[in-house]
């Protein structure tokens, strides 16, 4: 089985600031790494994906992520975030060969004028 | 553009009665997953149709059941319910591709569901 692991349910920040939301997962076979973003009352927004190659993935809204496959991490980073990004991010994961995604708990970003 | 359309937007229901969530993928999408978001929690899969087919299940309870049908629109019915059922449910549908685990989950607004 696998799962997700999202360190920080809140993340407060500063409007322009940078932000890096953390993820790390455990699994015994390859996955695929997703982040999703969920505004209030509203479905999940795919923001990037991970599948292979590269492993810097850009995603939309300015975010990025990096696979690290020593670490089994796939943290989001934005360089400079705004208000509209005040949101509920969840990393996930995607077994090959599954079509079900195991999420993390979410991380709240929060931010702050 | 279209996205996936889910209905009712609310449900309100008693202990013990039964409740069916519709789910209309995006056109030309083939398949569909449901995934049900408790208060506060991460979504959690339930089970996933491709082609009219079960594809893969998940954390689904026995009280309830789901199907594609011919135009490939989904629903979840839901018996016996309890108090703990009460959460977000969502249904998101893919594109066929070839190697369809690579295809994005387009995710509906969600079907609120809650018991008393």
């Known amino acids: 089985a696998q799962s997700v692991t999202q360190l920080d349910s809140q993340v407060p920040v500063f409007e322009e600031a940078p932000v890096e939301l953390r993820c790390n997962y455990s699994?015994?076979?390859?996955?695929?790494l997703f982040w999703y973003v969920q505004y209030p009352n509203q479905g999940l927004q795919l923001l990037l994906k991970?599948?292979?190659?590269?492993?810097l993935v850009k995603g939309i809204n300015g975010f990025e992520a990096e696979f690290n496959k020593s670490q089994t991490s796939f943290h989001l980073r934005k360089p400079s975030v705004h208000i509209s990004d005040t949101a509920e991010y969840f990393c996930?994961?995607?077994?090959?060969?599954?079509?079900?995604?195991?999420f993390g708990k979410g991380t709240h970003l929060i931010i702050q004028p | 553009a279209a996205g996936v359309i889910q209905s009712p937007r609310h449900l309100i229901k008693e202990k013990r009665e039964t409740a069916t969530l519709k789910c209309y993928p995006i056109p030309r999408h083939d398949t569909v997953y449901w995934y049900q978001q408790g208060p506060g929690q991460d979504p959690q899969f339930l089970i996933s149709f491709y082609e009219k087919m079960q594809s893969d299940k998940g954390s689904i309870p026995d009280r309830f059941s789901a199907q594609q049908f011919s135009d490939y629109h989904s629903e979840l019915n839901m018996s016996s319910l309890e108090l703990g059922d009460s959460a977000l449910y969502f249904c998101?549908?893919?594109?066929?591709?070839?190697?369809?685990?690579?295809?994005?989950?387009?995710f509906g607004n969600g079907t609120r569901l809650t018991v008393t």
């Open positions: 998101a549908s893919s594109h066929p591709d070839a190697s369809s685990y690579n295809s994005p989950l387009h």
């Open positions: 996930a994961v995607r077994r090959w060969g599954a079509d079900g995604l195991t």
């Open positions: 991970y599948l292979s190659g590269s492993t």
């Open positions: 699994s015994s076979v390859s996955v695929y």
